[in-house]
């Protein structure tokens, strides 16, 4: 079977010496079409450096990163950055939002970024901007939504360019509970729809929604838990 | 479970059938274990305390059916199960002793029984909210599973402490 991502060997270091941190060593993963993997760890432990390596918005020291079975690591910044827009959907814990754009814009965005004519990228909002019950604040700039509202509008984002693969660092880590309840419920319909999804997180229960979970210590995987 | 018999009973009087159907409801999925004989042998018991009375009613189209209604005795021991204030004791305290007694005598890796133990809170959970997702929202069914999920999400959030302060050990030797 080939997998939609997969990492061999990943590594990244920062400093040297006796400050020397290995924030992600010798890491193997593979993501299964439409699996969703929950990576869980203490802070400071790499899931987030992995998860950029893993998006290729980062670059390992060593080791490789495949997605559909072609090298991500070694692309020029051009390549992929292409890549990233069209293969990858990113949500982030601080949404990254552009304060300036309304919600119907910021979906937009990538996927004119991409090349969809401008009737083609508005007509993709729309439609994500309603699936994600936000058809009416399409107008409204991010300050004038909630947190969870903004998250959405991210999610929305992430899917413009119907990524196969979607990558979230930490989705409910500015969320109160019932915002993060509804980003957690939007998660497990993509699951369903069967993209597939590799979600950094603190949050037990989108941890519980995963297919696999696999726990992070000190740069490396050191367990996992299959729960399908 | 007598003292959740007699809660039901106090509502009005009723039949086994009618008791269990009741529990059922409120329980969801959580209640799949419960059998129709355990109601039936609770009620037996009740009736030996003297904390329920029987009457049996004649059906036209059925067979005669018990119908159980609380004694004053029963209903005073229903009002005092209801105020009681007892809360089940959390099981971290006695894993909390497992891991400074595996870290004490070396017959375990702390760390190793925190990922055993997640592993199985993980699952647990998933179960949990698999079966919450099934439930009517607003239904009492819901309300239980949504305990069980904040529960389990507590105790996996203080595994990470455990986790984390184990691993710091095991390091600094």
């Known amino acids: 079977m080939e997998h939609v991502l997969r990492a061999e060997g990943l590594r990244r270091h920062f400093g040297s010496g006796p400050s020397l941190v290995r924030a992600v060593d010798d890491v193997d993963l593979a993501v299964a079409p439409g699996e969703t993997v929950g990576i869980i760890g203490p802070s400071g432990c790499g899931k987030s450096t992995l998860l950029h390596l893993l998006g290729g918005l980062d670059r390992p020291d060593g080791g490789r990163v495949l997605l559909h079975g072609r090298r991500l690591d070694g692309l020029s910044e051009t390549a992929a950055a292409r890549v990233r827009r069209t293969a990858i959907g990113f949500v982030f814990q601080a949404f990254h939002l552009v304060d300036e754009l309304t919600a119907r814009e910021n979906v937009e965005l990538p996927a004119l970024l991409a090349g969809a004519s401008p009737r083609e990228a508005r007509r993709r909002a729309e439609h994500l901007l309603g699936r994600v019950g936000l058809a009416d604040r399409a107008g409204h700039l991010p300050g004038m939504l909630s947190g969870g509202q903004r998250q959405r509008v991210a999610v929305a984002r992430a899917l413009v360019n119907d990524p196969p693969l979607l990558l979230a660092d930490e989705p409910t880590g500015n969320l109160d509970s019932a915002a993060a309840t509804e980003v957690l419920r939007l998660l497990a319909e993509l699951r369903r729809e069967g993209r597939a999804l590799v979600v950094v997180t603190h949050d037990p229960r989108i941890a519980g929604a995963a297919d696999r979970v696999v726990t992070m210590r000190d740069g490396a995987l050191v367990d996992e838990t299959v729960l399908v | ?173």
């Open chain 2, 1 to 173: 479970m007598q003292d959740v018999v007699l809660a039901l009973l106090a509502k009005e009087p009723s039949h086994g059938y009618e008791l269990r159907a009741r529990l059922q409801t409120a329980l969801g999925p959580l209640g799949d274990e419960l059998n129709a004989g355990q109601v039936y042998v609770t009620l037996r018991r009740l009736e030996k305390a003297g904390l329920v009375d029987v009457r049996v009613v004649g059906q036209s189209d059925r067979p005669d059916r018990k119908v159980y209604d609380l004694t004053p005795a029963g209903r005073d021991r229903a009002a005092a199960w209801l105020t009681d204030l007892s809360w089940e004791r959390t099981a971290p305290t006695e894993f909390h002793l497992k891991l400074t007694a595996a870290a004490a005598s070396g017959m375990a890796d702390p760390v190793a029984l925190v990922d055993a133990q997640r592993r199985a809170l993980l699952r647990r959970l998933a179960e949990v909210r698999r079966a919450a997702f099934d439930q009517p929202p607003g239904s009492a069914a819901a309300l239980l599973l949504e305990g069980a999920s904040l529960r389990l999400e507590a105790d996996l959030r203080w595994l990470e402490s455990c986790a984390a302060h184990w691993n710091n050990r095991t390091d600094e030797e």
